[in-house]
């Protein structure tokens, strides 16, 4: 099965362009262990068998790393500042700290048990540039993030309202959405300084579902 599942996060990787090793393949592998362990006591997430963990967490997750890397490539930036907002277990955070260890990842959730987790995963698996962070986002001094991330937190403009705070002055929103989110867009728009800079489809491995990247900024007068 441990087999089975490397090969297959192997592939997934290469479909996405991303150069993933040996080590970073088990690591994976073993966060995924450890949800599935936890989750028998703490109810991390819905999905419950490993395979589908790869699949709708893992996967899903690693779908956002390169479109990140190109964006901060673009502003001329390496070594970014992530904050994972409704984190959950860290998801896409602790996917993100282990692909690209030069960033610093916070993972922010008010569930305690959540956050919990994502600090044991920090020591278990070896990612010191991962950090659990238990708050409300609305309620946390602004981590002035390049980029802030959601996985399924909110609407747009619910996720500019609570999150939008922790971008730094040029940083992203950005949403990990299913369906192109368009009626959305529009209460964004008329509901927030922000507004959508791009839509960017996603392909996720082996996911028969639509996926898309939102990716908000502040409209120019607001900055």
């Not at 904050?83 to 690209?100: N, Q, Y």
């Not at 996985?151 to 929103?173: I, M, N, Y």
């Amino acid at each position: 099965m441990a087999t089975d599942q490397a090969h297959r996060l192997d592939e997934a990787a290469r479909s996405l362009g991303i150069e993933l090793n040996r080590a970073q393949n088990g690591t994976l592998l073993n966060y995924i262990a450890q949800m599935q362990r936890w989750n028998r006591t703490y109810n991390l997430t819905a999905v419950r068998d490993g395979g589908q963990m790869l699949v709708q967490h893992v996967f899903d997750s690693l779908s956002v790393v390169e479109p990140m890397r190109a964006a901060l490539s673009a502003d001329g930036r390496v070594n970014g500042t992530i904050a994972d907002i409704g984190s959950g277990g860290g998801l896409p955070g602790v996917v993100i700290a282990v692909m690209r260890p030069e960033w610093q990842v916070h993972c922010v959730d008010a569930v305690e048990k959540k956050t919990a987790f994502v600090r044991q995963m920090s020591g278990a698996l070896h990612l010191p540039n991962l950090h659990a962070v238990h708050a409300r986002a609305e309620a946390l001094d602004s981590l002035n993030a390049d980029i802030v991330v959601s996985r399924a937190f909110a609407s747009l403009a619910d996720f500019a309202t609570l999150a939008g705070g922790h971008a730094a002055r040029q940083g992203w929103l950005l949403a990990m959405k299913g369906r192109d989110p368009q009626e959305e867009v529009q209460a964004l728009q008329q509901e927030t300084d922000w507004c959508v800079a791009h839509i960017e489809p996603l392909v996720v491995p082996e996911l028969n579902a639509q996926r898309c990247l939102v990716w908000m900024n502040r409209r120019q007068g607001n900055l």
